[in-house]
C-alpha cells in the first residue's frame, strides 16, 4: 500500500472518530440546554404562584439567562441570575461528578454542560452550578442547593418542587428569614458618608 492510500485509510478513521467525537459532545449541549429550558420553566411557574403567595417575583427571560427577583417588601429584594455555559467540558468538582466516571478521564462521554448561577450578596463568583451529563444525569452544589442529583427527564412535579427550594432560599435572603442574615461590617464609615445617604456597609449571613 503506497503512502497516499495508507495516508487516506487513517484519516477516514480520523474522520470516524472525530464524528463521534463531535457528536457526543452535541448531545451533551442539547441534553443541559433541554435542562436549561425545564428549569426556567419551573422557575417562572413557581414565581407566578409566589405572586399568588403575596411575594413581588418576576422574571426576565433572555435565550440562555434567567433573572428571578423577589421582593418580600419594599426594600426587602434578592435577586438570583442563571445562565446557560456554551460547550462542553470533562467535569473536575468531586461534587459535581457523575458516579459512573472516574475524575481522571476525558473521553466525551464524560463530559458536561454547565448552567451557573449569581446572585449579588454572594459576590461576583457563581453561587450554584449545574452539571448536565449525555445521559440525563443532572448534579448541582452551591449556596441555594447544597447538594442535589436528578433526571434531566423527571416529571414536572419534581422538577418545580426543586425550583421551589431555590425560590424559597432566595425568600429567605430577601426578608432575612431561615437562618439567611446580616451583620455590621468591620469597614469604615464615615460622618460624610451618614450624611451624603451612604449605607453602612454590612456582610451577608448564609443559612447553613
Not at 433572555?62 to 426587602?76: C, I, N, Q, S
Request: aromatic residues 8%; hydrophobic residues 40%; negative net charge.
Amino acid at each position: 500500500m503506497g503512502f497516499e492510500e495508507a495516508a487516506l485509510v487513517r484519516l477516514r478513521r480520523y474522520r470516524e472518530e472525530a464524528d463521534r467525537s463531535l457528536e457526543v459532545q452535541r448531545d451533551v449541549e442539547d441534553t443541559t440546554r433541554r435542562f436549561s429550558g425545564r428549569l426556567f420553566e419551573g422557575l417562572e411557574h413557581v414565581a407566578e404562584l409566589g405572586r399568588r403567595a403575596g411575594f413581588g417575583m418576576e422574571v426576565e427571560r433572555a435565550r440562555d439567562v434567567l433573572v428571578l427577583r423577589v421582593e418580600a417588601a419594599p426594600g426587602a429584594e434578592a435577586r438570583l441570575t442563571f445562565g446557560l455555559l456554551g460547550g462542553v467540558a470533562a467535569e473536575t468538582d468531586e461534587d459535581l461528578m457523575h458516579e459512573d466516571l472516574s475524575r481522571y478521564s476525558l473521553d466525551p462521554s464524560g463530559y458536561s454542560g454547565r448552567i451557573l448561577g449569581w446572585c449579588e450578596e454572594a459576590g461576583e463568583d457563581a453561587c450554584q452550578t449545574f452539571a448536565v451529563y449525555g445521559d440525563g444525569i443532572w448534579k448541582t452544589k452551591g449556596l441555594f442547593v447544597a447538594k442535589a442529583r436528578g433526571r434531566v427527564d423527571a416529571a414536572d412535579e419534581v422538577l418545580n418542587g426543586f425550583c421551589l427550594r431555590i425560590a424559597g432560599r432566595l425568600v429567605d435572603l430577601a426578608a432575612l428569614t431561615g437562618g439567611a442574615g446580616m451583620r455590621w461590617s468591620t469597614e469604615p464609615y464615615t460622618l460624610p458618608e451618614l450624611l451624603s445617604g451612604e449605607k453602612h456597609p454590612t456582610t451577608m449571613r448564609w443559612p447553613g
